[in-house]
């Protein structure tokens, strides 16, 4: 199975389990194969925003800092279109979970065009979304 494929199966076991909440997945899975740059913040790309290339490699090396517990991916909630014209399962924002303080984790987003990281869900917590370790909280990155 492609990669393509298997983002969408497993988003598509995700939302069975709770299809209030926008799935999370890891940036692997999320960026590994993608090369559809308007398949996360798409508004931005052109106007400044990086290749996702960039942008994977800025969180990778975010994910691999000692104050970080995980990186994810929220799935916008129009994934279901995805399939049906075989395009990319489109990403809604970038969670970190993480016991940095908000001006750190302001640092982070210096350069990748985005609207803003602030703490919290804005959507609300997947069902199947890990839990932060004692200490850490949930920052989410969106763009528009």
């Known amino acids: 199975?492609?990669?393509?494929?298997?983002?969408?199966?497993?988003?598509?076991?995700?939302?069975?389990i709770d299809s209030e909440h926008f799935p999370i997945v890891s940036l692997d899975e999320f960026f590994l194969g993608n090369e559809e740059e308007d398949s996360i913040a798409p508004n931005q790309w052109g106007d400044g925003r990086p290749s996702i290339?960039?942008?994977?490699?800025?969180?990778?090396?975010?994910?691999?800092?000692?104050?970080?517990?995980?990186?994810?991916?929220?799935?916008?909630?129009?994934?279901?279109?995805?399939?049906?014209?075989?395009q990319w399962v489109p990403a809604d924002s970038i969670h970190v979970y993480s016991s940095a303080p908000q001006h750190v984790a302001d640092e982070w987003i210096e350069g990748l065009f985005a609207d803003g990281i602030s703490p919290g869900w804005p959507y609300g917590k997947h069902a199947a979304a890990p839990e932060p370790m004692d200490g850490y909280h949930v920052y989410t990155v969106y763009w528009d």
């Open 1 to 16: 199975m492609d990669l393509r494929k298997a983002l969408y199966t497993k988003v598509t076991a995700l939302d069975e």
């Open 53 to 86: 290339r960039v942008i994977y490699e800025r969180f990778k090396a975010i994910e691999a800092r000692p104050d970080v517990q995980g990186v994810y991916v929220s799935i916008h909630q129009d994934w279901p279109d995805a399939e049906g014209f075989e």
